[in-house]
């Protein structure tokens, strides 16, 4: 070959080889559109550590934008702009859309449901996972664990609950299948986005709201305002959810698909370990400054009402929706097995120990 037409070849296959290199390493630019406002922290760390390991992971090849609700103004619009692909992801709770399928409530969280490691050993080991996926499949839509606060409280009220006829009329703000069950006792329910519910509760849109818990409350500055804390019942593994558009989600080549997937599953459970240690910091914060703080506990007369009434309405609402009841009966099922040892290794070391 002569040493023009090799230098030519040559030529030729470096510049396909930089084209090919720099059009991979560019191709995969995604947004993934947040529930959450910018500073709202743990909620939005979480995607933005999952942007930055996704980043690492790949040596620069897929990039991931987080855009917070406010920017895009739609914090509950998560689900529908990530179907419709103006986002490629999205990162929220499965129960601010249950109104399209109640069946998508369980897989954040149920009253009396489980504890965090419970529900996580249900998704990973149990089958919730398969069952999750099945549901969000029916809208083209891959869903995976997003983050868990672990059990939070049952909300900031600015007068003592004695009693069923106390919740009656009572203005507060509670999502989810709870807030079905606080409707069906007579309260008044509204879902309001984070940056609202200050003013609200001050004002007197709200009489009480449950929130998270004390690492996210401290912020708001609820306890200000309502000097009851009680204690949970209605959320006691709130896990959060990152969406994922399908038919993206099969454009990805296998590294980068297994790249994202472990950079979710990595990026859900440090949310948990990071929001309990907000909660304890900032209890200790709480209880110094603000020792007005009353703790309480709902009467027993209110726990059976809530669970008399938790128990009629997934009765009904399991009759009309098939995949609803299996996975509550897939949830029941593993709690079951899974509450022995909960109750042998961490509610009789704690009972032992106090």
């Known amino acids: 070959m002569k040493w023009s037409k090799m230098v030519c070849v040559v030529m030729v296959f470096v510049s396909c080889t930089v084209a090919i290199h720099a059009e991979e390493k560019s191709a995969y630019t995604w947004r993934l559109a947040?529930?959450?406002?910018?500073?709202?922290?743990?909620?939005?760390?979480?995607?933005?550590?999952?942007?930055?390991?996704v980043d690492a992971m790949s040596n620069g090849r897929f990039k991931i934008e987080v855009v917070a609700s406010n920017k895009h103004k739609k914090p509950f619009g998560i689900f529908d702009m990530v179907k419709s692909g103006e986002y490629e992801m999205g990162h929220s709770a499965s129960y601010y859309w249950s109104k399209k399928d109640n069946a998508f409530n369980p897989l954040t969280t149920?009253?009396?449901g489980m504890t965090a490691p419970e529900q996580y050993g249900w998704f990973y080991e149990g089958g919730g996972m398969a069952l999750m996926q099945k549901l969000y499949k029916k809208y083209g839509l891959l869903s995976f664990p997003g983050g868990n606060t672990g059990n939070q409280m049952g909300g900031?009220?600015?007068?003592?609950?004695?009693?069923?006829?106390?919740?009656k009329g009572l203005k507060m703000r509670i999502p989810g299948f709870a807030g079905q069950v606080m409707s069906k006792l007579g309260v008044k329910v509204t879902n309001l986005p984070p940056p609202k519910l200050?003013?609200?509760?001050?004002?007197?849109?709200?009489?009480?709201?449950?929130?998270?818990g004390p690492g996210m409350d401290i912020g708001f500055g609820f306890h200000k305002i309502a000097p009851y804390y009680y204690?949970?019942?209605?959320?006691?593994?709130?896990?959060?959810?990152?969406?994922?558009?399908?038919?993206?989600?099969?454009?990805?080549?296998?590294?980068?698909?297994?790249i994202l997937v472990s950079a979710m599953k990595l990026t859900a459970y440090d949310m948990y370990i990071q929001i309990y240690d907000m909660h304890a910091r900032a209890w200790r914060k709480m209880r110094k400054e603000y020792p007005n703080i009353v703790i309480k506990t709902f009467p027993i007369s209110v726990m059976d009402a809530l669970r008399k009434a938790k128990k009629q309405l997934l009765i009904k609402q399991m009759a009309?929706?098939?995949?609803?009841?299996?996975?509550?009966?897939?949830?029941?099922?593993?709690?079951?097995q899974s509450r022995e040892w909960t109750k042998m290794s961490d509610f009789l070391y704690l009972i032992e120990s106090l």
């Open 34 to 53: 947040t529930t959450w406002g910018s500073t709202l922290k743990p909620f939005i760390d979480t995607p933005r550590k999952l942007s930055a390991l």
């Open 110 to 112: 149920m009253p009396f």
């Open 156 to 167: 900031w009220f600015k007068k003592e609950i004695d009693s069923v006829e106390d919740l």
């Open 198 to 212: 200050s003013k609200a509760l001050s004002d007197g849109t709200l009489d009480a709201l449950e929130w998270v």
């Open 231 to 258: 204690s949970g019942w209605h959320e006691p593994a709130t896990e959060l959810q990152y969406l994922v558009n399908m038919e993206k989600f099969k454009t990805l080549p296998k590294d980068l698909k297994e």
């Open 320 to 336: 009309n929706n098939p995949m609803l009841r299996e996975i509550i009966e897939s949830q029941n099922a593993y709690m079951k």
